[in-house]
């Protein structure tokens, strides 16, 4: 086995690995993003549980005596998230790195188009200026549903969440969730952007492995 092959299995190892992660990262964010459900959890800023107390004297003709203070403390406050999924740490580790190769991919592939447009209708300005017009809407779009999903994967936490149960007079379970505040338009513009993420990936897939074959088998 000379150099040019053990260097080519490391390259197609790399590759594979790289396909790997871009697809479970596109899957679990599919699903954080997708199946979301509104859950009722503990909130992201602590809020200060205080001990308010009462004293109570009482008299008789004999004498004062003072009764004890009793103490109430107040019950865990909660937060209405409009987004939660149950995720691991290890699956939402993969979502991160989909999300960081997520704005990587965009760079490059909106790039790569306003450079091939650039090239193929430099004469022709009415038909560049219109289709440079729709890829500034749709980049525009996918960057605010892309701030959506980062918000989602990465100022998101794991939250004690009342989970929601078929018998309302039966205690409801608690368990442990990822959680981000996310309305649904903000969850709409968060699923463009997760579609563009798999169109990215297929597209940063196809690239290198053409640019692989032709280089080491072309």
């Given amino acids: 086995?000379?150099?040019?092959?053990?260097?080519?299995?490391?390259?197609?190892?790399?590759?594979?690995?790289?396909?790997?992660c871009l697809i479970v990262g596109d899957t679990y964010l599919t699903y954080m993003i997708f199946n979301a459900s509104?859950?009722?959890?503990?909130?992201?800023?602590?809020?200060?549980t205080i001990a308010t107390s009462t004293t109570a004297a009482a008299t008789t003709t004999a004498a004062t005596t003072t009764a004890?203070?009793?103490?109430?403390?107040?019950?865990?406050?909660?937060?209405?998230?409009?987004?939660?999924?149950?995720?691991?740490a290890t699956q939402l580790g993969?979502?991160?790195?989909?999300?960081?190769?997520?704005?990587?991919?965009?760079?490059?592939?909106?790039?790569?188009?306003?450079?091939?447009?650039?090239?193929?209708?430099?004469?022709?300005?009415?038909?560049f200026g219109s289709i440079l017009t729709i890829i500034c809407i749709m980049s525009i779009v996918i960057i605010v549903g892309g701030?959506?999903?980062?918000?989602?994967?990465?100022?998101?936490?794991?939250?004690?969440?009342q989970m929601p149960i078929a018998n309302p007079t039966d205690p409801q379970i608690?368990?442990?969730?990822?959680c981000y505040n996310l309305n649904k338009t903000e969850l709409n513009f968060a699923k463009i952007s997760v579609v563009f993420g798999w169109i990215y990936s297929f597209a940063a897939i196809i690239t290198i492995g053409l640019f692989l074959w032709s280089t080491n088998l072309g």
Avoid: H
């Fill in 1 to 20: 086995m000379n150099a040019n092959t053990i260097f080519l299995i490391i390259q197609l190892l790399i590759f594979c690995l790289f396909i790997s």
């Fill in 38 to 48: 509104t859950y009722t959890c503990e909130p992201f800023i602590d809020v200060p």
């Fill in 68 to 88: 004890a203070t009793t103490t109430t403390l107040p019950s865990q406050p909660t937060a209405q998230y409009s987004s939660c999924y149950s995720l691991s």
């Fill in 94 to 127: 993969f979502v991160r790195f989909k999300i960081v190769m997520f704005w990587l991919l965009f760079l490059c592939i909106t790039g790569a188009l306003v450079y091939m447009l650039v090239k193929l209708l430099e004469k022709n300005q009415i038909l």
């Fill in 147 to 161: 701030v959506f999903m980062t918000q989602y994967g990465f100022t998101g936490g794991n939250k004690t969440c």
């Fill in 174 to 178: 608690k368990s442990t969730v990822y």
